[in-house]
């Protein structure tokens, strides 16, 4: 009688799901995978949150900028790193390339976040604008996508841009949108062997300000695991086509627990997850990525995701829309 009970629920729920045409599955992550057993590689264990990368002996090179050490205009910090734009260089690359003290593995970092505060009042004039491209390294060469570069901050930004003062940004970059390492269905993820070991950051945007000549400083940069305060989408797609898998590329910072994925309709896209996929066993976690979802039939489709990060379990969610054709 129990079991019939129990049928009849698991009817009565899958029922309910088809009628009201949303889609939902859960992706927890099974804390018995350890990461020995992931990747065959041991990385040093290092506690790494205080260091402090805006060091003028840490720059190893730069394009178009002077580079001065800064001593009194900081957020705090004992020393930081002024970048002063050359003659005749508005609107070009100002390039800074920042050397970290050690090899960073992706292992290490993954679901970190890169941070640094950004004084921007005298590189232009207008408030809020040009937020500067960064871009990792490996010795010289660029590694993984570059984040930023735009002239605003949206809510799904894959950064997140925290104004401190009129002369002050607080900016963070998700590590997992510059070098994802869970994906599945064709696309490869980064393998979590692979390190980085300095940072690049490229502003276009150096005006000369109030008789001023350009300048920006850079502090307190570091890689944090504390969650952002919010999720960000690294792909903005707004179409794509019917019998293809989407990945929903969501941004987000904090050791990952668990991520659940809806869809509002289920004849135009159903969440794809399926714990007997397997993927590269580069990827962290060998169920595969949560990160899916299959594309039924032509229509319009609102996806959303809920995360649980850090140490807290945080909860956050973010949506957005797909026309499939």
Not at 71 to 100: P, V
Not at 192 to 205: A, C, Y
Not at 276 to 286: E, L
Request: include cysteine; proline fraction near 4%; hydrophobic fraction near 35%.
């Amino acid at each position: 009688m129990t079991k019939k009970i129990v049928l009849i629920l698991i009817i009565l729920c899958f029922t309910t799901c088809i009628f009201c045409g949303t889609a939902f599955s859960a992706w927890v992550y099974n804390d018995d995978v350890t990461l020995s057993q992931v990747i065959q590689t041991t990385v040093p264990t290092w506690n790494f949150n205080d260091t402090d990368f805006a060091l003028y002996d840490n720059v190893a090179s730069s394009t178009n900028l002077t580079i001065t050490k800064e001593t009194t205009l900081t957020q705090g910090s004992a020393e930081a790193i002024r970048a002063t734009s050359t003659s005749g260089t508005t609107t070009k690359d100002h390039i800074i390339n920042i050397s970290f003290d050690r090899d960073y593995y992706m292992s290490e970092i993954w679901y970190y976040k890169f941070e640094f505060d950004y004084h921007h009042r005298y590189k232009r004039e207008q408030y809020n604008k040009g937020f500067p491209t960064v871009q990792f390294l490996v010795g010289n060469a660029t590694f993984g996508s570059g984040q930023g570069g735009t002239d605003s901050c949206t809510s799904k930004s894959a950064f997140v841009a925290t104004p401190i003062d009129e002369d002050w940004w607080h900016l963070e970059y998700y590590i997992f949108a510059h070098a994802p390492v869970l994906s599945n269905h064709g696309d490869s993820p980064i393998p979590l062997t692979k390190k980085i070991n300095g940072v690049r950051i490229n502003d276009r945007t150096m005006y000369d300000y109030n008789g001023t000549t350009a300048y920006v400083v850079i502090d307190n940069m570091k890689f944090s695991a504390e969650p952002a305060s919010r999720l960000g989408i690294f792909n903005r797609w707004t179409s794509d086509t019917a019998g293809k898998y989407f990945w929903f590329k969501v941004a987000f910072a904090g050791e990952l627990h668990s991520v659940k994925l809806y869809s509002s309709d289920t004849s135009v896209a159903v969440p794809e997850f399926d714990p007997s996929d397997t993927v590269s066993t580069t990827a962290p976690f060998p169920n595969g990525s949560p990160f899916y979802f299959y594309l039924v039939a032509a229509g319009t489709v609102t996806f959303t995701a809920e995360l649980e990060v850090g140490d807290d379990h945080r909860i956050l969610s973010i949506s957005n829309t797909l026309t499939v054709t």
